[in-house]
């Protein structure tokens, strides 16, 4: 077996002084972002499929529209770790599409040069249906209401612990981040983005292994 670095990097650092109180309005705090997300996500939908379109005909993802649907996905990640996600850190988002090395959430995705004109065709739906249920399981609450979702459930804890004790536990973290990396990286195999399929791989922690396993 060889490895290689898979193109969706996804990366964390949990704030060491976070307050115990704070995670209480973050659903306020973090408003004006939503707001924006739902504009941003609507032209991401409209983008993806012109995307799709042209990687049918030429096999290439245009770059301008590539780099707005990465930022799209960036400034979702650190909302989402700001708030109920994770809520791995006070420091509130910035309003950006770009690069914020210095922010605790981060990530990164590889530009490909050629993506295949077949599988653009079954990869968003047939091929990506069972990590769709698996990515279900992880975030149901975030898109049901009524269905907590494990890392729903996970972030209850780690905010309860936090209340109590003023510390964020280390195994939740790791698992949170984890849960996060997975449906990251099946986000961005569903927007048409790599032909790499997501590993059925929980990677734990804050910094991304980004290495899967590949046949000699």
């Not at 924006?36 to 770059?63: K, M």
């Not at 979702?76 to 950006?96: H, K, Q």
């Amino acid at each position: 077996m060889s490895s290689t670095t898979y193109p969706v990097r996804v990366d964390a650092d949990l704030d060491t002084d976070l307050r115990r109180w704070l995670w209480l309005v973050k659903w306020i705090l973090a408003l004006p972002h939503c707001i924006v997300l739902v504009f941003l996500w609507i032209a991401f939908a409209v983008l993806s499929l012109v995307a799709f379109f042209a990687i049918l005909f030429t096999g290439r993802y245009p770059r301008g529209i590539f780099d707005f649907n990465v930022g799209v996905l960036r400034w979702s990640w650190r909302v989402g770790y700001y708030a109920y996600d994770a809520l791995g850190t006070d420091r509130y988002p910035p309003f950006s599409l770009g690069e914020h090395p210095d922010y605790p959430a981060r990530l990164e995705i590889d530009y490909p040069e050629h993506l295949s004109r077949g599988l653009v065709l079954v990869k968003w739906w047939l091929l990506a249906i069972p990590q769709y249920l698996l990515v279900g399981l992880f975030f149901g609450g975030v898109h049901e209401a009524g269905s907590a979702g494990l890392v729903g459930l996970l972030v209850l804890f780690a905010a309860v612990a936090l209340l109590f004790t003023g510390t964020y536990p280390a195994t939740i973290f790791d698992l949170v981040v984890g849960l996060n990396r997975w449906g990251l990286r099946v986000a961005a195999y569903a927007a048409l983005m790599t032909d790499e399929y997501p590993p059925f791989r929980l990677d734990l922690g804050g910094s991304d292994p980004a290495v899967v396993a590949e046949p000699a």
